[in-house]
């Protein structure tokens, strides 16, 4: 298999994502959990709680391994996903438009508490990376699937929302994630 950030695969019975990330020390794949792979509809107060635990939860050490919800020092909740594309890509415009505008919601909710938002550009980080440089983990995890994001700066982490996919026929998604950007 050619690896690639953000790889995808088909397998008997289904689709597996495989999320692709290159580490210092080689790749780490990670399959998206199948729950993630159900739509949803957004819950904006479910989400804006969540994500306000954000701000004090603890996050994994530097020795902690990648999983679903992170890796070290950084966390990621998946609040809102779509269905995958594999067959039917027309609806795919429409599904982005309204995972923007619920994370446009959720953006403002939490500017209500917290103050406004820094708008976080992630391509220049994903060149870094691919360049070889060392950038931040949760930066260079997001920068794979997530074009920007809405962030808000604290002494000891970033807290931010984004709407992303990993690739054209995988879900869109509405995530948050707390860490170093």
Not at 70 to 81: F, K
């Amino acid at each position: 298999m050619n690896l690639r950030e953000g790889s995808a695969a088909r397998v008997p019975g289904g689709v597996l994502p495989l999320l692709a990330h290159r580490w210092p020390g080689g790749w780490v794949l990670r399959r998206l959990p199948q729950e993630h792979l159900q739509c949803r509809t957004v819950d904006l107060t479910d989400c804006l709680e969540r994500v306000l635990e954000l701000r004090n939860a603890p996050l994994p050490r530097a020795e902690a391994g990648v999983s679903k919800e992170g890796g070290p020092g950084y966390l990621v909740l998946y609040l809102s996903t779509s269905g995958a594309f594999w067959e039917d890509r027309s609806q795919a415009n429409e599904v982005w438009d309204q995972f923007s505008q619920d994370c446009l919601g959720l953006t403002e909710a939490l500017g209500g508490v917290w103050g406004p938002a820094g708008s976080v550009d992630l391509s220049p980080v994903l060149d870094r990376a691919m360049r070889g440089e060392t950038v931040p983990a949760l930066a260079g995890v997001l920068s794979n699937f997530v074009p920007s994001v809405s962030a808000w700066r604290f002494e000891d982490r970033s807290v931010c929302v984004g709407v992303g996919q990993w690739d054209a026929e995988l879900p869109v998604v509405l995530v948050a994630a707390a860490g170093e950007l």
